[in-house]
């Protein structure tokens, strides 16, 4: 068993995930299901196995209790070693005092100990909030070609959406010549991922600097890594050309999970030499009944489908009675969708129960998405219009018959 | 619960010789995503025995290599768990084509080191969710030396019982059967599933392999049942047999039923569990066309599928149909074929256009790894 790992990846899952509310209400954002089978964190943690990183520190804050089940000991990834393997790092209180996270760059600094106990060359920074199939053994090849004290992978995006992301501009070689954060006028369309690679000396000498400054905010895009390119060091991007979507908002996660249907799916889920691992339930087959129709949808199993589902996906244990039509949804895992009801381009949330004849939402085209968040119940007949999103029973009240 | 588990993934008899011509038949693909063992192993746990021993005689590499450390079981345990026990595993085991008593008597040295009371015995050839601990409760109630269970309740098939004659008191005790049909069943002692006491268990086998008066297994078994309190447990758990092709398709097509869905996968004593694959969800595409039917995660549907089983993993092009038929895992059926009262094993290749049928008392069936 070797001494050190060549690199470690440190997951940031404590993130609060406030545009995804209701589905980040009582769960971590990295924690909410995805794409029929999945939760959002079993990306990263799939990439990194299938990237022969099989040390993860995952760190965690936000409404942790479902993430830390769904983690367990790290089984689903293979990442239940003896020497590295997965680790949940929560906040801790030390002898000079207990610390919440305070920002990204915070929360690797107060872990740096687990990191140098596996002496690794490498960091890896990754985020809980990005879906995505990349081999990161590429991008640390090309950090060791660069000899790079910091590598920051990149996508192309359109100019009209350069401002919602960190832009880098780039000389001829790669080397990052000026960061933004979010910039009003982007005079470049390479965006940051979210995911890093430090050399592991770097990395703690500048959080240790950050640690000492009293104006940062201690976040990686707008502390650490203007300061390293300030300091003139071997910053790189890697451009990376595969599918990555960022989930966190309610639209880009919906927009996310259609993008695994179709004959040929963006998102392709069923290459087995990539696959996604997971946490697996006992359900049994899923059954098709004698009426049933299903076109261009991803279904889980355990359930039973009677009604009429297209262009959907539709979660694991999923009841769905006669002469319903679920179309352009999302529909998570344990719901209930009675007899007749119709849902339309909208995400429902775990444990939903949608009564015989209520109506959500519109047909794709005719009003924005539709959100009902986990354990609601939907009265018989109730008709909650496109573009709203249910929080809470009290947010039913509204809409007459309402529900529990 | 004072009992120890033993499953015999044996092949007692060439029963669906062509499903098992590579694998044990504990290791038969059932229902879209199991393996029979799955359900012996399901119901030893569900039934809080946790000790587990499971005897494999040939072809067991499929079995192990899906169960493994029984993990999914609950049974990779530091105090007991899951025991696999093959052939030549202890001195003086001889590799034995023989009788349960034989098999048993292998693996003695087991069978001594446990210290549970009783011992559940069950064979691999069936679905169903059974409750054991209901059977082991009986044994204890009716002070039985042997306690052997039946099921009213088969699906596709007549039920053992009364294929095998057997004939019990008002009280159920086991008074008879008929040796001809026992013989031709080839099941020997065990019928299956039964629960004995240890103790007795260790003894009997040591009687009945010296057998000092030089009587025939049947007629061994038959003083058996004269002398001891040998009794039968019915049950009206549900039961598929899976004995040849034809009950294999029947059997299949019979979990198309709510009932039986309802009693397999939904029942009491628990639910059947299985090794997991971390496929994906269930694809289905723009023209995909399904109907009454059972179809696993990680299976990608374009075409047509009405009545029939889908396993994960296994493909149905565009204008494909598929129906009253089983594809097992990672095969795939060609753009335009057409399938009726088929049985496809893992892996298999039909081609485009292709089209095959048999009947339900004569599936059509495809070795693993075929195409056609």
């Given at each position: 068993?070797?001494?050190?790992?060549?690199?470690?990846?440190?997951?940031?899952?404590?993130?609060?995930?406030?545009?995804?509310?209701?589905?980040?209400?009582?769960?971590?954002?990295?924690?909410?299901?995805?794409?029929?089978?999945?939760?959002?964190?079993?990306?990263?943690?799939?990439?990194?196995?299938?990237?022969?990183?099989?040390?993860?520190?995952?760190?965690?804050?936000?409404?942790?209790?479902?993430?830390?089940?769904?983690?367990?000991?790290?089984?689903?990834?293979?990442?239940?070693?003896?020497?590295?393997?997965?680790?949940?790092?929560?906040?801790?209180?030390?002898?000079?005092?207990?610390?919440?996270?305070?920002?990204?760059?915070?929360?690797?600094?107060?872990?740096?100990?687990?990191?140098?106990?596996?002496?690794?060359?490498?960091?890896?920074?990754?985020?809980?909030?990005?879906?995505?199939?990349?081999?990161?053994?590429?991008?640390?090849?090309?950090?060791?070609?660069?000899?790079?004290?910091?590598?920051?992978?990149?996508?192309?995006?359109?100019?009209?959406?350069?401002?919602?992301?960190?832009?880098?501009?780039?000389?001829?070689?790669?080397?990052?010549?000026?960061?933004?954060?979010?910039?009003?006028?982007?005079?470049?369309?390479?965006?940051?991922?979210?995911?890093?690679?430090?050399?592991?000396?770097?990395?703690?000498?500048?959080?240790?600097?950050?640690?000492?400054?009293?104006?940062?905010?201690?976040?990686?895009?707008?502390?650490?890594?203007?300061?390293?390119?300030?300091?003139?060091?071997?910053?790189?991007?890697?451009?990376?050309?595969?599918?990555?979507?960022?989930?966190?908002?309610?639209?880009?996660?919906?927009?996310?999970?259609?993008?695994?249907?179709?004959?040929?799916?963006?998102?392709?889920?069923?290459?087995?030499?990539?696959?996604?691992?997971?946490?697996?339930?006992n359900t049994h087959p899923e059954f098709m009944g004698p009426e049933a129709?299903?076109?261009?949808?991803?279904?889980?199993d355990g359930g039973a489908l009677y009604?009429?589902?297209?262009?959907?996906?539709?979660?694991?244990?999923?009841m769905?009675?006669?002469?319903?039509?679920?179309?352009?949804?999302?529909?998570?895992?344990?719901?209930?969708?009675?007899?007749?009801?119709?849902?339309?381009?909208?995400?429902?949330?775990?444990?939903?129960?949608?009564?015989?004849?209520?109506?959500?939402?519109?047909?794709?085209?005719?009003?924005?998405?539709?959100?009902?968040?986990?354990?609601?119940?939907?009265?018989?007949?109730?008709?909650?219009?496109?573009?709203?999103?249910?929080?809470?029973?009290?947010?039913?009240?509204?809409?007459?018959?309402?529900?529990? | 619960?004072?009992?120890?588990?033993?499953?015999?993934?044996?092949?007692?008899?060439?029963l669906s010789?062509q499903l098992t011509?590579?694998?044990?038949l504990a290791a038969l693909p059932f229902g879209g995503k199991y393996r029979l063992i799955d359900f012996s192993l399901s119901n030893?746990?569900n039934?809080?025995?946790?000790?587990?021993?499971?005897?494999?005689?040939?072809?067991?590499?499929?079995?192990?290599?899906?169960?493994?450390?029984?993990?999914?079981?609950?049974?990779?345990?530091?105090?007991?768990?899951?025991?696999?026990?093959?052939?030549?595993?202890?001195?003086?085991?001889?590799?034995?084509?023989?009788?349960?008593?034989?098999?048993?008597?292998?693996?003695?040295?087991?069978?001594?080191?446990?210290?549970?009371?009783?011992?559940?015995?069950t064979g691999t050839g069936y679905a169903g969710a059974l409750d054991?601990?209901?059977?082991?409760?009986?044994?204890?109630?009716?002070?039985?030396?042997?306690?052997?269970l039946f099921s009213r309740n088969v699906v596709n098939q007549t039920p053992l019982y009364k294929r095998?004659?057997?004939?019990?008191?008002?009280?159920?005790?086991?008074?008879?059967?008929?040796?001809?049909?026992?013989?031709?069943l080839?099941?020997?002692?065990?019928?299956n599933t039964?629960?004995?006491?240890?103790?007795?268990?260790?003894?009997?086998?040591?009687?009945?392999?010296?057998?000092?008066?030089?009587?025939?297994?049947?007629?061994?078994?038959?003083?058996?049942?004269?002398?001891?309190?040998?009794?039968?447990?019915f049950t009206d758990e549900m039961v598929i047999y899976l004995e040849d092709l034809s009950s294999y398709l029947s059997g299949s097509l019979a979990l198309l039923d709510y009932d039986v869905r309802r009693q397999l996968f939904h029942a009491e004593s628990g639910p059947v569990l299985t090794?997991?694959?971390?496929?994906?969800?269930?694809?289905?595409?723009?023209?995909?066309?399904v109907s009454n039917s059972i179809i696993a995660d990680?299976a990608?549907?374009?075409?047509?599928v009405r009545n029939s089983v889908i396993f994960r993993?296994a493909?149905?092009?565009?204008?494909?149909?598929v129906e009253n038929s089983v594809i097992m895992q990672?095969s795939?059926?060609?753009?335009?074929?057409?399938l009726n009262h088929a049985i496809l094993d893992k892996?298999?290749?039909?081609?485009?256009?292709?089209?095959?049928s048999g009947y339900l008392t004569h599936p059509f069936f495809?070795?693993?790894?075929?195409?056609?």
């Amino acid at each position: 068993m070797s001494e050190r790992k060549q690199c470690v990846a440190m997951l940031l899952a404590g993130g609060q995930g406030s545009r995804l509310v209701p589905l980040t209400k009582s769960t971590a954002k990295p924690a909410v299901p995805f794409g029929g089978k999945y939760r959002i964190i079993d990306f990263p943690l799939s990439n990194c196995i299938n990237s022969g990183i099989d040390t993860v520190g995952v760190l965690t804050q936000y409404q942790p209790l479902e993430l830390n089940d769904y983690l367990g000991r790290g089984e689903p990834w293979d990442m239940n070693l003896k020497f590295g393997g997965l680790h949940i790092l929560p906040p801790y209180e030390g002898a000079e005092g207990a610390e919440w996270f305070l920002g990204t760059a915070n929360a690797i600094y107060q872990n740096l100990k687990f990191i140098h106990r596996y002496n690794p060359k490498y960091v890896l920074i990754l985020s809980g909030d990005h879906i995505y199939k990349m081999d990161y053994r590429i991008m640390l090849e090309e950090h060791i070609r660069n000899e790079a004290d910091c590598t920051i992978s990149v996508i192309d995006v359109p100019l009209e959406e350069a401002s919602r992301f960190g832009i880098m501009t780039t000389d001829r070689t790669g080397r990052i010549t000026e960061f933004n954060e979010k910039p009003e006028h982007p005079n470049s369309t390479l965006a940051s991922m979210g995911v890093y690679i430090f050399s592991t000396d770097k990395l703690t000498q500048y959080l240790a600097e950050d640690e000492l400054d009293p104006n940062s905010d201690s976040d990686f895009g707008k502390n650490v890594i203007p300061r390293m390119l300030n300091a003139g060091e071997r910053m790189f991007a890697y451009l990376y050309g595969g599918y990555w979507k960022d989930v966190g908002t309610l639209d880009s996660f919906w927009a996310a999970n259609m993008d695994a249907l179709g004959d040929l799916p963006e998102l392709f889920l069923n290459d087995p030499a990539w696959r996604i691992y997971y946490r697996h339930g006992n359900t049994h087959p899923e059954f098709m009944g004698p009426e049933a129709s299903l076109t261009n949808s991803i279904v889980g199993d355990g359930g039973a489908l009677y009604g009429s589902v297209s262009d959907s996906v539709i979660a694991s244990e999923v009841m769905i009675e006669e002469d319903t039509v679920i179309s352009d949804s999302v529909v998570m895992a344990n719901c209930r969708i009675g007899r007749g009801a119709r849902v339309e381009h909208a995400i429902l949330g775990e444990r939903v129960i949608i009564e015989p004849g209520a109506v959500i939402g519109a047909p794709l085209g005719d009003g924005e998405l539709t959100v009902i968040g986990p354990n609601l119940t939907i009265g018989e007949g109730t008709v909650i219009p496109p573009g709203t999103t249910v929080d809470s029973p009290e947010d039913l009240e509204a809409y007459g018959k309402g529900g529990r | 619960m004072d009992a120890a588990g033993i499953i015999l993934a044996d092949n007692i008899a060439d029963l669906s010789a062509q499903l098992t011509e590579q694998r044990t038949l504990a290791a038969l693909p059932f229902g879209g995503k199991y393996r029979l063992i799955d359900f012996s192993l399901s119901n030893m746990v569900n039934a809080d025995i946790q000790n587990v021993g499971v005897i494999l005689s040939q072809q067991y590499d499929s079995v192990m290599h899906h169960v493994q450390s029984g993990m999914e079981w609950d049974l990779d345990r530091k105090r007991g768990g899951l025991r696999y026990l093959t052939p030549l595993s202890s001195a003086g085991a001889t590799i034995t084509e023989g009788t349960r008593v034989e098999i048993l008597r292998n693996n003695l040295f087991y069978i001594r080191q446990l210290s549970e009371k009783y011992i559940v015995l069950t064979g691999t050839g069936y679905a169903g969710a059974l409750d054991f601990a209901a059977l082991v409760e009986h044994h204890i109630e009716k002070n039985a030396d042997i306690t052997c269970l039946f099921s009213r309740n088969v699906v596709n098939q007549t039920p053992l019982y009364k294929r095998i004659g057997l004939v019990t008191d008002r009280d159920d005790r086991i008074i008879s059967f008929d040796p001809f049909q026992f013989q031709a069943l080839s099941s020997e002692l065990t019928m299956n599933t039964c629960v004995i006491e240890r103790e007795y268990l260790m003894r009997m086998l040591d009687t009945l392999t010296r057998n000092p008066r030089g009587l025939t297994p049947l007629e061994a078994l038959q003083d058996l049942i004269d002398k001891r309190r040998v009794y039968a447990y019915f049950t009206d758990e549900m039961v598929i047999y899976l004995e040849d092709l034809s009950s294999y398709l029947s059997g299949s097509l019979a979990l198309l039923d709510y009932d039986v869905r309802r009693q397999l996968f939904h029942a009491e004593s628990g639910p059947v569990l299985t090794k997991t694959k971390d496929s994906p969800a269930t694809r289905y595409g723009k023209e995909a066309k399904v109907s009454n039917s059972i179809i696993a995660d990680g299976a990608v549907i374009e075409g047509e599928v009405r009545n029939s089983v889908i396993f994960r993993g296994a493909r149905v092009r565009k204008n494909a149909i598929v129906e009253n038929s089983v594809i097992m895992q990672d095969s795939t059926v060609g753009e335009g074929a057409h399938l009726n009262h088929a049985i496809l094993d893992k892996e298999v290749m039909i081609e485009d256009g292709r089209l095959l049928s048999g009947y339900l008392t004569h599936p059509f069936f495809c070795r693993k790894g075929e195409r056609i």
